[in-house]
């Protein structure tokens, strides 16, 4: 079954510059979420065995206390 989803022009362009020749925007958005899977696992784990992890969810409280003061 198809769907259609509608994109503003600036997004289409953007799509349209990253497809490939041969591809259609389906096999373009396939790749494209493919991609970003892959990026998502290589990071997984990259904090193991470190302090970072606490240190990154310390920065964002700290920025949503200052947020909220203001």
């Given at each position: 079954?198809?769907?259609?989803?509608?994109?503003?022009?600036?997004?289409?362009?953007?799509?349209?510059?990253?497809?490939?020749?041969?591809?259609?925007?389906?096999e373009?958005l396939?790749?494209?979420?493919?991609?970003?899977?892959?990026?998502?696992?290589?990071?997984?784990?990259?904090?193991?065995?470190?302090?970072?992890?606490?240190?990154?969810r310390?920065?964002r409280?700290?920025?949503?206390?200052?947020?909220?003061?203001?």
């Amino acid at each position: 079954m198809s769907k259609s989803i509608r994109v503003e022009e600036d997004t289409h362009a953007a799509l349209s510059a990253l497809k490939r020749e041969d591809e259609t925007f389906d096999e373009l958005l396939s790749r494209l979420v493919a991609d970003r899977r892959r990026s998502v696992r290589r990071g997984a784990g990259l904090w193991d065995g470190s302090d970072a992890a606490e240190r990154a969810r310390e920065a964002r409280l700290a920025t949503k206390r200052d947020v909220g003061d203001r």
